[in-house]
């Protein structure tokens, strides 16, 4: 979906080191939701294997990029994204993502898969596992599903869609009014995307989703099978769109043991 060598100048690293291993066996990238930071797993880190190096997308807008204008388009989203990953992928990866992340994380396989193939760069990515995420081709930018977010009730009423997961933010006007800036561009992020097919990976793929998540239906879910040439499992728990704030210790124990059983 972008050019290899697309490097927008950046204020800082989207990056961010939430656990760095010297000398680790492998690095797990972690892709945020809509509105999400880096420091969204930060409570992750102790049930996750200790020779793992993890790092979480940042973008700007939020955590320690909150001064910077956050971006508008899946495009200019990629571009920072990969060409910063680019110097982290000297050892085995892993990518995890959340929802909008889990787009995020498919398009940075993909690109990095046409990188390999070109015999530009040797990589080694062993799993993708998308969370709260259906298939790409169901994506609202194709499907005219859109969400627009053009002020603090429209806020108010996407986040309602997702459970009870952010009900301290919607009974808190004056946080509304501070994440709303970064929901909204995130949101335009979203409906920015157009899914370019099948990209035909070669890498195992794992799907996580709520069972109880009215955002996310499972047979769409199910359908990543379509977008990898490996191995494709569904795991459903229990939950909404946000079931691994609940069940926290769980998912990254199901995660941990998939992707270690992935590595080659």
Not at 62 to 86: F, K, M, N
Not at 171 to 187: G, H, I, K, N, R
Request: net charge negative.
């Amino acid at each position: 979906m972008m050019p290899a060598d697309a490097c927008p100048a950046t204020e800082a690293s989207c990056w961010a080191p939430l656990r760095p291993v010297e000398n680790a066996a492998a690095t797990l990238f972690l892709f945020p939701y809509a509105g999400g930071s880096a420091q969204s797993f930060l409570r992750w880190i102790e049930h996750l294997p200790p020779q793992w190096s993890v790092l979480g997308l940042q973008m700007p807008g939020r955590g320690t990029r909150w001064s910077e204008a956050p971006l508008r388009h899946v495009e200019d989203a990629l571009a920072e994204l990969v060409a910063q990953q680019a110097h982290h992928l000297d050892r085995p990866a892993l990518f995890w993502g959340h929802s909008l992340g889990g787009i995020l994380a498919y398009e940075a396989a993909r690109h990095w898969r046409q990188v390999a193939r070109a015999g530009r760069q040797a990589l080694d990515i062993q799993a993708l596992v998308v969370s709260a995420c259906v298939a790409p081709r169901y994506w609202p930018g194709q499907r005219g599903n859109s969400v627009v977010i053009s002020g603090r009730q429209d806020l108010v009423n996407a986040l309602r869609r997702y459970g009870d997961t952010f009900l301290h933010m919607i009974e808190d006007e004056e946080l509304l009014d501070f994440v709303l800036p970064t929901v909204q561009a995130d949101f335009e992020v979203v409906e920015s995307y157009v899914y370019p097919g099948p990209a035909q990976l070669d890498v195992p793929i794992l799907v996580f989703h709520g069972e109880e998540d009215q955002t996310v239906d499972a047979r769409k879910a199910s359908d990543w099978r379509e977008e990898t040439q490996a191995d494709c499992q569904l795991r459903g728990f229990a939950g909404g769109h946000f079931f691994f704030v609940e069940h926290e210790a769980e998912v990254v124990e199901a995660l941990a043991a998939f992707l270690s059983t992935q590595r080659r």
